[in-house]
């Protein structure tokens, strides 16, 4: 019995030692609760909230939330967002996954150890090769939006389009996307082009 005991402690250990253990384990969490304990959300442009808290490992050297936990808490908030939406359901039926192509992020407040927070995230709209998403982190104290976090999620297998005309059973046509992010994505594809100059490839090798 203790030699087992002692297997299970060595292989938790050896678990979060190489592994990033807590965020293999909170998305599919989140992903599961979405769809299994929280209501469809039918309307695929409405605001999703998912709730947090500044918990002691999320702090850097200056004592607040430190920068990429808000990657790591949008990350799982938009897993679970996307889920409810459907959108990861029409993505599997359809042979299709999205990834994480680009993101930007504005700290506007530092968020304390443990004050409450919601991420609400949105679908702000979509091209014919990605979704792009926004994610707020709100204090919980006082409603200020501490965080904004801008991503794109590029889809590989399928376009955002057929997608949503899977969810929807209909041809839909996308909103018109707000105006600064229509200037973060001229920047990404100028920063691809400059990229692929510098490598010597041209157009030959397209970025997600």
């Given amino acids: 019995m203790l030699g087992l005991l ?18 293999l384990v909170r ?7 979405a769809r299994l304990l929280q209501p469809r959300v039918r309307d695929l442009l409405a605001e999703q ?28 908030a938009r897993a679970a967002h996307l889920a409810r939406c459907g959108v990861l359901g029409a993505l599997r039926a ?8 680009a993101s930007c992020a504005r700290y506007r407040r530092s968020l304390r150890l443990l004050e ?8 702000l709209g979509w091209d014919d090769r990605a979704f792009y998403l926004e994610a707020r982190f709100i204090s919980l104290r006082d409603g200020f939006v501490c965080a904004l976090l801008r991503s794109r999620q ?4 399928t376009s955002p389009e057929r997608v949503v005309q ?12 707000p105006a600064d992010l229509q200037h973060w994505i ?4 100028a920063s691809s082009q400059l990229l692929r100059a510098e490598s010597g490839l041209g157009h030959v090798v397209k970025d997600q």
Avoid: I
């Fill in 6 to 23: 002692m297997a299970v402690l060595a292989l938790a250990l050896a678990y979060f030692a190489l592994l990033d253990g807590w965020y």
């Fill in 27 to 33: 998305v599919p969490c989140a992903v599961l609760r």
């Fill in 49 to 76: 909230s998912y709730a947090g808290r500044v918990l002691p490992s999320d702090l850097d050297l200056l004592l607040h939330m430190n920068n990429a936990r808000y990657l790591r808490e949008a990350d799982v």
């Fill in 94 to 101: 359809l042979g299709a996954r999205a990834v994480l192509a």
């Fill in 116 to 123: 409450p927070f919601e991420v609400r995230t949105r679908l």
């Fill in 154 to 157: 590029h889809v590989l297998g």
């Fill in 166 to 177: 899977h969810l929807c059973k209909r041809r839909v046509e996308p909103p018109e996307l």
């Fill in 186 to 189: 001229a920047y990404n594809e």
